[in-house]
């Protein structure tokens, strides 16, 4: 964790979550979960890599199928 994400106001260590979290908030597999990491399904400003464990910000997650969703629609 960089100085800088510890003294900006916003940064929220509680809300990277894990693979797991992330199927089930989206009741899938965490097969599914990578296989849209891995085909850039989710966006890479979504999750973070450490080493060869993956953190994710749901909201983010969220924001970003909402809009793609609304994109395909338009």
């Known amino acids: 964790m960089s100085d800088a994400s510890l003294a900006d106001p916003n940064f ?20 599914t979960v990578r296989v849209w990491v891995k085909d850039g399904t989710m966006p890479r400003h979504c999750y973070v890599k450490l080493g060869r464990t993956y953190r994710f910000r749901l ?11 609304q994109a395909e629609e338009a």
């Open 59 to 69: 909201e983010a997650i969220t924001l970003a199928f909402i809009k793609a969703n």
């Open 12 to 31: 929220d260590e509680e809300s990277f979550v894990t693979i797991e979290k992330v199927a089930t908030f989206f009741s899938v597999s965490p097969a």
